[in-house]
């Protein structure tokens, strides 16, 4: 069956199978699994509240799509008021830049010329391309390398110590070395906690953001005192957004696992705002063997999950309380619910424990609204990890 964006994954039988699916009712159970599977009036409606959360603010929202990797939903995002996107990565950005994405910023640093090559030139076909350096040195490779102005920002170290100045020191040193690159301008910075995200407690989370910003207006004065006028202030996530917004020092907002959500964001933001999204993110399975008495083996195993935060936990009303454990690389292992049968052939719906990592091992989404597929859309970035 052809389709517009799928291309030879198209004649894949399994993907084949469920093209052949689209628009029948009951559909959405017959979807061959291991399957990501996204309810997009639950995504639409995460997007449409983050969206007006945002503007409510007066924070420009820019999605971060390391969460979905899909130009798809990308675009969805845009279109329902977004400036943009970010990209962890450069593969992540030609990958959206192919399929027509014009708006986005590299939030990792990148070494080597090559790197720079290829962030010149994605500056040089983009409308609005902007990237983050973090030292001297990648401001001599970025320079070296453009053949058109590249706007770009100085990511700052919240804490972490993971990319970003560490200093007001280092921060003026790398605003004067864009500043003295004509084909370099500086618009802004970047500060985004990662270690803040999934700390439990609104008032937790809040007390180590203001501690973040303070350090952060150190740096935003020390790069100000060069003459570097500073138009964006980005960072922040889905766990921050209430104490950045609070905190009024960010003009942006990055938050990405908001529009599917997991159980790591689950569990950590509870009944905090910052949680008060569905999850519109599933991954289904299903029973291949009910052959022993206490367990029944799922489709779903170590490659079908991320495995750096909590388990899976099941979706299903009848196996909600239900204990899920790997089974191997293939299998999954779910405890039988108490008086009730849960038979072979059966569908089991996931919520993964970690989103960004568990979408990656995906080539395709499957969007339903209710209990039918309407599409079926490419993962198009789905390990661009370079």
């Not at 830049?97 to 640093?109: D, M």
């Not at 108490?338 to 059966?346: H, I, K, T, W």
Request: proline share 6%; glycine share 10%.
């Amino acid at each position: 069956m052809n389709h517009p964006t799928l291309g030879p994954l198209a004649e894949k039988p399994h993907v084949a199978a469920a093209l052949a699916l689209i628009g029948q009712p009951g559909s959405r159970d017959q979807i061959p699994t291991p399957a990501a599977v996204l309810d997009l009036d639950a995504f639409d409606r995460n997007v449409a509240k983050m969206v007006g959360r945002a503007a409510a603010a007066g924070l420009a929202l820019r999605p971060h799509s390391k969460s979905h990797k899909c130009a798809t939903l990308a675009h969805r995002q845009i279109a329902a008021g977004a400036v943009g996107i970010c990209c962890a990565k450069l593969g992540e950005a030609e990958a959206m830049a192919a399929a027509g994405v014009g708006a986005i910023l590299v939030t990792s640093p990148v070494a080597g010329a090559l790197s720079a090559r290829r962030a010149a030139h994605l500056a040089a076909i983009l409308p609005d391309f902007r990237i983050v350096l973090d030292h001297v040195g990648g401001v001599a490779e970025l320079a070296a390398a453009a053949t058109s102005p590249i706007q770009v920002l100085i990511d700052v170290d919240p804490g972490l110590g993971r990319t970003g100045v560490h200093d007001a020191e280092q921060a003026a040193s790398v605003a004067r070395a864009i500043a003295a690159q004509p084909n370099l301008r500086l618009i802004g910075v970047q500060c985004y906690g990662g270690q803040w995200q999934h700390l439990k407690g609104a008032n937790e989370r809040a007390a180590a953001i203001a501690e973040g910003m303070a350090r952060l207006k150190t740096i935003l004065a020390a790069i100000r005192a060069t003459g570097a006028a500073l138009d964006v202030v980005t960072g922040g996530g889905t766990g921050s957004f209430a104490a950045d917004a609070a905190q009024a020092v960010l003009t942006e907002v990055q938050p990405g696992s908001f529009a599917f959500m997991d159980r790591d964001y689950r569990e950590a933001l509870s009944s905090d705002p910052d949680g008060a999204f569905e999850q519109s993110l599933s991954i289904a399975t299903t029973v291949i063997t009910d052959n022993h008495p206490k367990w029944v083996t799922v489709d779903g195993g170590l490659k079908a999950f991320s495995t750096d935060g909590p388990l899976p936990e099941p979706l299903t009303p009848k196996v909600a309380r239900s204990k899920f454990h790997f089974f191997g690389d293939e299998h999954g292992l779910l405890m039988r619910p108490d008086g009730q049968p849960l038979v072979r052939g059966e569908r089991i719906a996931f919520a993964p424990g970690h989103i960004d990592p568990t979408l990656d091992r995906y080539d395709l989404l499957h969007l339903v609204q209710g209990d039918i597929l309407v599409n079926i859309v490419r993962i198009e970035a789905r390990g661009a990890s370079q």
